[in-house]
Each structure stands twice: as C-alpha cells, then as structure tokens.
C-alpha cells in the first residue's frame, strides 16, 4: 500500500493544507495527516481541538486518515512504515526551509519528501496570516472552511 503522510501544525486547517491533502488523497491509496506537537511552538488551539478540526473538514474522504504526533517526524514515519512525506510548496520563499528539512529527514530516516506545488489562489495563504486577519474583525470564509469560522472566532475573543 502506498501510504503518505501530510504533517504540519494546522492551527487552523486552511483551504491550502485541503488543496494539498485532497490532491495527495487522489494520488496515494491512503493519505495519513500528522498533526504535529511542537513545545517551542505556542498554538492557538491545543493539540485535541486541531485533531477535531482537522477530522470534521477531511471526513468526506475515505482515504484519509487523522493522527498526530509529538518529536521527529522520521520517527513516526519510521513507527508507521511510512516512506513518503507529502507537503505544499507555496513559494520561493518556503523553499530554503523545505529543502533543509526534507534533507535532514532523507539523512535521518531515509523519507522522501514529495512537493506539491500550492495552487495560485493558495499560495499566500498561511494559518499566521488567517489568525491575523480574523484577530481584527477581518473576513477569513474565504482561507478556511465554514464550520471552522465561529471557533477561530471564539478563540480570538478568549474563549
Ligand atoms: O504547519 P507547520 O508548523 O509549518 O509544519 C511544520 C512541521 C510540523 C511539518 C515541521 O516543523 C516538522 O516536521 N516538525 C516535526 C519535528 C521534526 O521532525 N523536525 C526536524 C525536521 S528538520
């Protein structure tokens, strides 16, 4: 079975990281999203409520499956026999950061990294930016699902 993983912070998911994890689902026969926990890394939302998000917004697809995942991504790769890690390219500008890490990963553990590139109406779309925007009232329906408005809303009222 050919079986990715797509890992990132997702705080929140965005209408990028589907773009990304609807292409992946289509190629591989299972596409499993590594939410992953960072402790340097303060997040909006715990590590539970990215989980939850992540799952309502991907449930229409069969193939892919939520988990996530505190410490080297190798190691759950290696854990999950898994060879392939999926991740969007945005822009030149992620490039220099992606390289790095996909380097150290195929030293370490010896997983590819596999690039999709954003599609154009993604490619400056970022979780960081989607917090900004909807922290000053701004209107974010169009950078993440609807289901997920009201609870980013909430959060940033501090709730
Ligand atoms: O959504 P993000 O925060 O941009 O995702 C970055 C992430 C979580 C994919 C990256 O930081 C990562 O892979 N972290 C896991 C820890 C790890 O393996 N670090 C070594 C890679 S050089």
Same mark, same amino acid.
């Given at each position: 079975?050919?079986?990715?993983?797509?890992?990132?912070?997702?705080?929140?998911?965005?209408?990028?990281?589907?773009?990304?994890?609807? /292409? $992946?689902?289509?190629? &591989? *026969?299972?596409?499993?999203?590594?939410?992953? %926990? #960072?402790?340097?890394?303060?997040?909006?939302? !715990?590590?539970?409520?990215?989980?939850?998000?992540?799952?309502?917004?991907?449930?229409?697809?069969?193939?892919?499956?939520?988990?996530?995942?505190?410490?080297?991504?190798?190691?759950?790769?290696?854990?999950?026999?898994?060879?392939?890690?999926?991740?969007?390219? /945005? $822009?030149?500008?992620? &490039? *220099?950061?992606?390289?790095?890490?996909?380097? %150290? #990963?195929?030293?370490?553990?010896?997983?590819? !990294?596999?690039?999709?590139?954003?599609?154009?109406?993604?490619?400056?779309?970022?979780?960081?930016?989607?917090?900004?925007?909807?922290?000053?009232?701004?209107?974010?329906?169009?950078?993440?699902?609807?289901?997920?408005?009201?609870?980013?809303?909430?959060?940033?009222?501090?709730?």
């Amino acid at each position: 079975m050919n079986r990715v993983v797509c890992p990132g912070s997702f705080d929140p998911i965005t209408f990028g990281h589907l773009d990304i994890i609807k /292409r $992946a689902s289509s190629l &591989f *026969d299972e596409v499993i999203i590594a939410v992953m %926990v #960072n402790q340097t890394k303060k997040t909006l939302f !715990t590590v539970e409520e990215r989980i939850e998000m992540v799952r309502e917004v991907t449930s229409k697809y069969p193939n892919v499956k939520v988990d996530s995942w505190s410490g080297l991504l190798v190691d759950y790769c290696k854990k999950n026999d898994i060879s392939i890690i999926v991740k969007g390219l /945005r $822009a030149v500008t992620d &490039f *220099d950061y992606e390289l790095q890490m996909s380097q %150290v #990963n195929l030293q370490l553990q010896e997983v590819e !990294t596999l690039f999709l590139s954003t599609a154009p109406a993604h490619s400056f779309l970022s979780s960081s930016l989607v917090k900004e925007i909807a922290s000053y009232g701004g209107d974010v329906s169009s950078y993440i699902p609807a289901a997920l408005l009201e609870r980013l809303k909430d959060r940033l009222a501090g709730n």
